[in-house]
């Protein structure tokens, strides 16, 4: 029988606005209301996110700016951008990462895109929590390290943001050994499993 999990509560809720409701964007929702927070779904339609403490961007790579144009309030707001370049990279930005941050102009991390989202429903049934890898910007690194700790991963911080097109180019690593359905991965130092 695998154990789950235990969840510690955190003291405060965050408002989180995910843009995108589909599998990422949407199983991330169901993971952090299940730890507390005030999380709302836009989508296709855009919103107002002027009230959110964090937004995560989860829309197909080649929609970014075209989701983004319809969301309002994003100014100085953090935000996790979880978007893939598959099948193929599109546009000019240096990454993904940075078309998000020229958005919101606010700290950006990278995260959440080398996870299955298929596999959210069981991250906390595990028998260690599985890894999330993710690189940010200096003052989205507290909040971003605590979101993957809330949907249930350990966060490994592989750089900063300059890293990010990195890191983009990596998840191709990952799908190349993932059997259908996905995996999950873990990282730790020798001693901790």
């Known amino acids: 029988m695998k154990a789950s999990h235990p ?4 003291e405060t809720e965050m ?7 589909g599998t990422i964007g949407g199983g ?14 836009l989508g296709r339609d855009g ?3 002027s009230d959110a403490d964090v937004v995560l961007v989860a829309v197909p790579g080649d929609q970014i700016s075209p989701a ?8 100085g707001k953090i935000a996790i951008d979880a978007t893939n370049i598959l099948p193929a990279r599109h546009g000019d930005f240096p990454s993904y990462a940075e078309e998000v941050k020229s958005f919101t102009g606010g700290p950006v991390a990278k995260s959440f895109n080398m996870n299955f989202g298929s596999l959210f429903g069981a991250v906390r049934e595990q028998r260690v929590r ?3 890898w993710y690189v940010a910007d200096e003052a989205a690194r507290e909040i971003t ?12 911080r592989v750089g900063d943001l300059s890293r990010a097109r990195d890191f983009e180019n990596a998840v191709w690593l990952l799908m190349g050994v993932a059997p259908t359905g996905g995996v999950f991965y ?3 130092v020798p001693g901790e499993l």
């Open 130 to 132: 599985p890894s999330n």
């Open 7 to 10: 969840f510690k509560q955190k």
């Open 47 to 49: 919103g107002d996110v």
């Open 68 to 75: 983004l144009s319809k969301v309002t309030g994003l100014e």
């Open 28 to 41: 991330l929702a169901g993971l952090w209301r299940a730890a507390g927070h005030d999380v709302e779904e």
């Open 15 to 21: 408002k989180i606005v995910t843009i995108g409701r």
């Open 145 to 156: 390290e605590r979101l993957i700790r809330d949907a249930g991963y350990d966060p490994v």
């Open 186 to 188: 873990r990282f730790a």
